[in-house]
């Protein structure tokens, strides 16, 4: 089992910066993907940004593209989502997610069977 803990939440204003980090424990040596999801009041949950754990090789969804950063610490088990020019529309609540799957980064929740607690984010306009 995976243990995937987030932090780095709070409230914003419309422009400002946040950073997520997303701390894994346990059977570590297990996961090939690791991912952000977002979830707002009334929709579905979203990928947002998904790093290839071995490769470092990240994926954005198109709404996030140039804002916001993912990256990770290999020794800390580490990942941390830098959010830039943030925007009202931002706000969700942000799950972390791990996969063990060897076929790339899942874009689709079903494709990660550990997830994180969650982390509001609220982005004032």
């Known amino acids: 089992q995976v243990q995937l803990v987030e932090s780095g939440g709070g409230l914003v204003q419309a422009g400002g910066s946040l950073r997520l980090s997303c701390a894994a424990s346990g059977r570590t040596f297990s996961l090939y993907a690791m991912a952000w999801f977002r979830q707002a009041p009334g929709k579905e949950r979203e990928f947002a940004a998904g790093?290839?754990?071995?490769?470092?090789?990240?994926y954005y969804t198109d709404s996030v593209k140039g804002r916001f950063t993912l990256s990770r610490d290999n020794a800390k088990n580490t990942v941390y989502l830098q959010m830039n020019s943030l925007k009202p529309e931002d706000t969700a609540v942000y799950y972390c997610a791990g996969s063990g799957t060897i076929l790339g980064v899942p874009f689709s929740a079903a494709g990660y069977p550990y997830w994180g607690q969650g982390t509001q984010v609220t982005v004032s306009s």
């Open positions: 790093i290839n754990w071995n490769s470092g090789r990240t």
